[in-house]
């Protein structure tokens, strides 16, 4: 999942140097791409959000928690470029905020979408839902 974030941010980097939307322009990307991964891997989508984790090794959610922070992380490094070209006071803290809003948002969806019995899928109304936060 890393090696399509990754791509994501590049990509985006290399075309908009300059442009304050490319930040939440990634941002989003990144989100959708998380989403979509779960809605095709159901299974998977239970071990990121811990309900397949019970009585498995603590070492798996470590790991599931580090996912997280990458994630967490990677979103910091796409909307600092936005924060900074908005005329913050603050905008290493907003950063910080919308990247943990975002990625809180990234876990409750799953979790919706586990709990629902994966009816109630992570992608319904993203981009509006994504609009409002960003």
């Known amino acids: 999942m890393f090696s399509l974030v990754n791509q994501i941010v590049d990509r985006e980097s290399a075309s ?7 930040g939440p322009r990634q941002a989003r990307k990144v989100v959708a791409m998380v989403m ?7 299974g998977m989508t239970r071990v990121m959000v811990g309900d397949a984790l019970v009585f498995e090794n603590e070492r798996l959610q470590q790991r599931m928690n580090q996912f997280f922070d990458k994630i967490e992380s990677t979103l910091k490094q796409c909307l600092r470029g936005a924060a900074d070209l908005s005329g913050s006071a603050t905008p290493s803290v907003d950063t910080q905020v919308r990247a943990s809003v975002l990625t809180a948002f990234m876990v409750g969806r799953l979790q919706r979408f586990a709990r629902s019995g994966f009816k109630r899928l992570p992608s319904e ?8 936060i960003l």
């Open 36 to 42: 979509q991964f779960a809605e095709k891997n159901p």
């Open 16 to 22: 908009d140097v300059a442009d304050a939307a490319a």
């Open 125 to 132: 109304h993203l981009e509006a839902s994504l609009a409002l």
